[in-house]
């Protein structure tokens, strides 16, 4: 019981307007099960700050035992447009058989993301490390030194054709791994003191994906569209060229 308070603390004590942001449609008896589980396994100990309240997730930022922050991507069971995700995730050969169950879509969605990132983290990828995926709920690196990074729609880089080859960089290596991130742009990358670091990988899609070219292409163009608003030109045909190469 007083893990579970510990854990809560602090949203206990925000004002009820946010308390009510925070809590409406993410908190369910059984997310609140899997969050407690989470906890008593060692990744975190107490919920911080909500980091963003999304219209698929919640994430927070959550403190560790040692004072280390992690980061906890809370998927909504109930907001969640599951059967948009099913569409999504039912081409995906590594969920093939998936029945279509809200929580159990959405429970294969923060699957996903999970595997994503472990592949993308092993190839070398500039994406934060999953610690653990229960449910509905991930666990992974936190972005940030106190306050989490800001998204690149946020913050302008120093230098946008640095900046740029490094994204370039990164959906090579997803590409090489044999998938592509399918949701990127400006609002999926984060500008942590001018390094590209990728996010939000539950898009993701295998090659073999009949969807997967056509994101690619629209990932990228995603990228050029921002920098060509920065007056920096990318060669999307010869970028292309170059990965499949
Ligand atoms: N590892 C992280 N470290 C710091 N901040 C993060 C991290 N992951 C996510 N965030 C913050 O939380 C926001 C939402 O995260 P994310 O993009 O993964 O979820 P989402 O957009 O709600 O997902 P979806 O597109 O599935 O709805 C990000 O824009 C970013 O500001
Ligand atoms: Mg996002």
């Given at each position: 019981?007083?893990?579970f308070i510990k854990l809560f603390t602090n949203i206990i004590n925000m004002s009820s307007r946010d308390k009510f942001e925070t809590f409406k449609n993410v908190f369910?008896?059984?997310t609140l099960?899997?969050l407690?589980?989470?906890?008593?396994?060692?990744?975190?100990?107490e919920l911080k700050s909500p980091i963003s309240i999304?219209?698929?997730?919640n994430v927070f930022n959550a403190v560790?035992?040692?004072?280390?922050?992690?980061?906890v991507?809370i998927?909504?069971?109930?907001?969640?447009?599951?059967?948009?995700?099913?569409?999504?995730?039912?081409?995906?050969?590594?969920?093939?058989?998936?029945?279509?169950?809200?929580?159990?879509?959405?429970?294969?969605?923060?699957?996903?993301?999970?595997?994503?990132?472990?592949?993308?983290?092993?190839?070398?990828?500039?994406?934060?490390?999953?610690?653990?995926?229960?449910?509905?709920?991930?666990?992974?690196?936190?972005?940030?030194?106190?306050?989490a990074?800001?998204?690149?729609?946020?913050?302008?880089?120093?230098?946008?054709?640095?900046?740029?080859?490094?994204?370039?960089?990164?959906?090579?290596?997803?590409?090489?791994?044999?998938?592509?991130?399918?949701?990127?742009?400006?609002?999926?990358?984060?500008?942590?003191?001018?390094?590209?670091?990728?996010?939000?990988?539950?898009?993701?899609?295998?090659?073999?994906?009949?969807?997967?070219?056509?994101?690619?292409?629209?990932?990228?163009?995603?990228?050029?569209?921002?920098?060509?608003?920065?007056?920096?030109?990318?060669?999307?045909?010869?970028?292309?060229?170059?990965?499949?190469?």
């Amino acid at each position: 019981m007083t893990r579970f308070i510990k854990l809560f603390t602090n949203i206990i004590n925000m004002s009820s307007r946010d308390k009510f942001e925070t809590f409406k449609n993410v908190f369910d008896n059984k997310t609140l099960l899997t969050l407690f589980k989470l906890s008593s396994d060692g990744y975190f100990e107490e919920l911080k700050s909500p980091i963003s309240i999304g219209k698929e997730s919640n994430v927070f930022n959550a403190v560790k035992k040692d004072g280390s922050l992690v980061c906890v991507k809370i998927y909504r069971v109930n907001a969640c447009d599951f059967r948009k995700m099913y569409q999504y995730i039912a081409h995906d050969p590594r969920f093939s058989g998936l029945q279509k169950k809200r929580r159990q879509i959405i429970k294969a969605w923060a699957q996903r993301e999970y595997r994503n990132l472990l592949v993308a983290r092993e190839a070398g990828a500039d994406v934060p490390t999953p610690y653990a995926v229960r449910d509905n709920v991930l666990v992974l690196e936190f972005i940030g030194d106190k306050e989490a990074a800001p998204k690149l729609k946020d913050k302008e880089p120093e230098d946008y054709k640095k900046f740029s080859n490094q994204i370039i960089k990164n959906i090579k290596i997803l590409y090489k791994k044999g998938f592509v991130h399918g949701d990127l742009s400006e609002y999926n990358i984060l500008n942590y003191k001018d390094k590209a670091i990728l996010i939000d990988l539950s898009h993701g899609v295998k090659l073999e994906s009949p969807n997967s070219q056509e994101l690619l292409e629209r990932d990228i163009k995603n990228v050029e569209r921002y920098f060509l608003k920065r007056k920096i030109k990318m060669d999307v045909q010869k970028i292309l060229k170059e990965m499949k190469k």
